[in-house]
């Protein structure tokens, strides 16, 4: 065996979806993490020091200008981010864009509602809430694996 390589079992997927191609041992591996429930740690730069913090305890990153808001469930940080940058970023570890200038931890959101205006409310844990605009409304259906007794949400 060359010894640049590893085995499909010291990859840790067991030689499953081993078919030599790097590709899928790319697709394989953040899957993986995600379904084993192990959170990605995110390196930021804030105050000078570099935090890592979980992605899971992330719980929206909201656009300000040139910037964005990280919200954390016990602090925020502003970094100098697009919101664009930081969909594609985070859009592995759960996070679904529901505003232009808005991602969501899909993880932590408890509720929808519709608002008057034709919008949607999402409350995430804690009590705060976002508006999902009816562009970003198809998005939804990402916020859950199954939809049970609700065939038309988001639907349009």
Known sequence: ???GQRSSNETG???????G???IREVVRPTR???MGNS?????????????????DV?????????????HTSSSHMLRESISTMEEKL???GF????RSVLVNAALVEEIHLSSTGEYVLRVRGGREFTATRTYKKNLRLLAQLWIGIENFASE
């Open 1 to 3: 065996m060359n010894f």
């Open 13 to 19: 997927n067991g030689g499953l979806l081993d078919n």
């Open 33 to 35: 993490t995600l379904a």
């Open 21 to 23: 191609d790097p590709h």
């Open 96 to 99: 679904v864009r529901i505003h």
């Open 91 to 93: 859009n592995l570890h």
């Open 59 to 71: 719980i929206a990153v909201e656009a300000k200008g040139n910037h964005v808001l990280l919200l």
């Open 40 to 56: 990605a740690r995110i390196a930021i730069r804030a105050k000078g020091r570099i935090l890592f913090i979980d992605a899971v």
